[in-house]
Structures are given as C-alpha cells and as structure tokens.
C-alpha cells in the first residue's frame, strides 16, 4: 500500500514546476556566497573553508528552510483542495502512509538539492580559483545536510498538513531559519530543529571540523516526534 501511494507522489512531482526551486535557489545563493568571498578575500583567507563560509550563510538561514517549505506546502496542496483531504480519511490505506510517502519524496527533495549544492560549491571554488583541492569534509558536510534537512523537511510537512494556506508554512519556516540562526550561535544548535542545518553542514566554520556530536540523535528524535504526531493527527481527523 504505501508503495502505491509513494508511486502516486511522484507521478504528481513529475512534471512539477517545483523542481524548478532545487535548481535556481541553490544557483543564486551560490552566486551570492562567492560574490561576497571574492569582494572579501583579504579577510577570507582559508580557501575553499572560507568559500564555505559564505555559501552557508545563505543557505542554511534562508534558502534551505524557504525550499523545505515551498515543497512541503506543494506536497499537500492538492489534499487541501477540492475535498480531496475527505479522500484520504475515507481511503482503505492506513492514513499515515500518506505522511510516510510524502516524507520519502522529501528526503529524494533533499538529497537532489544538497547533491546540487555540492556541485555548485565545486564549481565555484573552480570559478573563484581556489588553488587547494577540494576538501574531504565536503563529503561530510552534504551527508549531514541531508539527514539534518529530512528533519526539517519532516516538520514542515506536519506544518503544511494541518494549515490549508500554501504561503503560511513558507512563512514559518523562514521564521524557524531565523531563531536556529540564534540558537545556534548561542551554542544550542542541536537543541532547535531548524538550527540542526548549521550544525549538520559546519556553517561559519573557517577550518577543517567534523564535530556533529548530538546531531544524529536530535534529528532521529525530531523526525519520530513529526512522524508519531502525523499518525495521532490524522489518526483523529474526521469527515
């Protein structure tokens, strides 16, 4: 059952204009993380670490949280159209499968968008003639990042699925993009869901760490708590 609905969401992804995000958001952030490493390389002086820097200082604030929501509203919008939600309460399969399969095409969202990210910061440290060879941590850096945004992603598809407003949970997210900027520069960044980004991806650090202690339990705790409240949500929800 749930592979056919999980077959379902991607023939309604398909031929989405939504994959159109994972390509042009990734570009003008990367355009803008070089263009500030350029304009500042007297101070930003440790190669490819520094281009990191600039690059993640878009993304995990901004870019990263506002794609996370755009496709968690589109993965329930046509749900909230048209009585289709009334559907899936009647359905025979089991209500969570839904949630399930829209998590799993959040997860490919994640990895097509962070696997872009990495070929960007590639291509721009090429660009930019960054002279050292592509560091090892970048490997990590992606991994981290997908495991730390299919956690985000799991939020914002529990917060599009209780609000019917496509632009509100767009909204919510950049707001928690906002807060896990302050949580984690406090030091809590594995204590708030939407910091676990800058955790996961080593924002703002200049030199070669791959400290992620608490990471994989946080984002392990934060998914079953979105996947557990999904179950009891819809589990209650009526016609």
């Not at 570009?27 to 281009?51: C, E, M, P």
């Not at 807060?179 to 991806?201: C, Q, T």
Request: glycine letters at 8%; proline letters at 3%.
């Amino acid at each position: 059952m749930l592979y056919s609905v999980l077959k379902a969401e991607f023939i309604k992804l398909r031929r989405s204009i939504i994959w159109l995000v994972i390509f042009i958001l990734p570009i003008i952030s990367a355009v803008l993380g070089t263009s500030n490493y350029l304009l500042n390389q007297d101070i930003l002086t440790n190669g490819w670490f520094s281009l990191w820097t600039q690059h993640t200082l878009f993304l995990c604030y901004f870019f990263l949280p506002a794609m996370f929501g755009v496709f968690a509203s589109y993965l329930w919008q046509l749900e909230h159209q048209n009585h289709n939600w009334n559907l899936i309460i009647a359905s025979p399969i089991p209500r969570v499968y839904h949630f399930l399969a829209k998590f799993i095409a959040m997860i490919v969202f994640v990895i097509f968008t962070q696997s872009w990210i990495g070929i960007l910061f590639i291509l721009s440290g090429k660009l930019s003639n960054v002279r050292t060879s592509v560091p090892d941590e970048l490997g990590s850096w992606i991994y981290f990042g997908i495991l730390a945004g299919s956690t985000c992603g799991a939020i914002q598809l529990c917060i599009s699925m209780m609000i019917k407003n496509f632009a509100t949970p767009v909204g919510l997210a950049l707001i928690g993009g906002i807060i896990g900027l302050a949580f984690y520069a406090k030091g809590y960044g594995n204590l708030f869901p939407y910091s676990l980004l800058e955790v996961g991806m080593q924002a703002n650090v200049s030199h070669a760490s791959l400290g992620h202690q608490g990471l994989i339990t946080s984002c392990a705790f934060y998914t079953v708590i979105s996947i557990t409240f999904a179950y009891f949500w819809m589990k209650n929800q009526d016609v």
